[in-house]
């Protein structure tokens, strides 16, 4: 099947600075990938929808300026966190569908834990 | 706004017991329909979906899933669990059209004794 990839695996980082997160289709183009938040022991919580070539669709009640997205080409999306706190501290997972529209599973990446001290 | 739901949080079952997982939705249009496993330290992973047609799906690793159209159901079954099914159970519908979103249900973790 297809493949996703994340990286890093495991960040920390102190309390006011960015972390990026890249997330990669390493055996398919991707026009569009998504980006989840899961708490422990809760569920995937979708983020925003990252858009090649456009501007990422976002979630009601997640901050768009908090959380830049980039889809800078068919196989590459990236998540900043900026201004990073303890309460952005969470896993973070992005996905991503081998084509356009219905029909198509999504492929998972195997997350990014973030931890803010 | 859509909604999943699942009403087992946690399940423990010993080997060879039957299995039923429950996942509802809340969407009055077409949905595309996926159970998704996550076994522990690794990423989530395809069980089956359900598109079109015939609403009794057959899955990977022996697992079955039935749309119950009138009920806005999906549940998961699995006639005889193993200690390896242990892992998180993740319900999720895709309200179809142009996007691939998925809204996630809470999850069930299961937890088969040996």
């Known amino acids: 099947g297809a493949v996703v990839s994340q990286h890093p695996s495991w960040v920390i980082c102190k309390s006011g600075t960015s972390v990026k997160i890249e997330c990669r289709s390493l055996?398919?183009?991707?026009?569009?990938m998504f980006w989840y938040r899961q708490f422990p022991k809760q569920s995937l919580m979708l983020m925003a929808t990252?858009?090649?070539?456009?501007?990422?669709?976002?979630e009601q009640g997640v901050e768009k300026d908090k959380f830049l997205i980039n889809h800078a080409s068919l196989t590459l999306s990236t998540l900043t966190v900026t201004s990073a706190h303890p309460e952005d501290s969470s896993f973070y997972i992005c996905?991503?569908?081998?084509?356009?529209?219905?029909?198509?599973?999504?492929?998972f990446g195997p997350g990014t834990r973030l931890t803010v001290t | 706004a859509q909604s999943v739901s699942q009403h087992n949080h946690h399940v423990i079952l010993s080997e060879a017991a039957s299995l039923e997982l429950g996942c509802n939705y809340s969407?009055?249009?077409?949905?595309?329909l996926f159970w998704y496993v996550q076994y522990p330290g690794q990423h989530l992973q395809l069980l089956l979906k359900?598109?079109?047609?015939?609403?009794l799906v057959k899955g990977i690793k022996g697992f079955e899933a039935e749309f119950i159209k009138s009920k806005f159901s999906f549940n998961l079954r699995k006639p005889s669990v193993q200690w390896s099914d242990t892992a998180e159970y993740f319900c999720?519908?895709?309200?179809?059209?142009?996007?691939?979103?998925?809204?996630f249900g809470t999850g069930t973790l299961l937890a088969v004794q040996p």
């Open positions: 055996d398919f183009q991707a026009t569009t």
């Open positions: 969407y009055g249009g077409t949905v595309n």
């Open positions: 996905s991503a569908p081998p084509g356009q529209g219905e029909g198509y599973e999504q492929y």
């Open positions: 999720a519908v895709n309200a179809g059209g142009a996007t691939n979103k998925l809204i």
């Open positions: 359900y598109f079109s047609g015939d609403p």
């Open positions: 990252s858009n090649e070539g456009s501007k990422a669709t976002y």
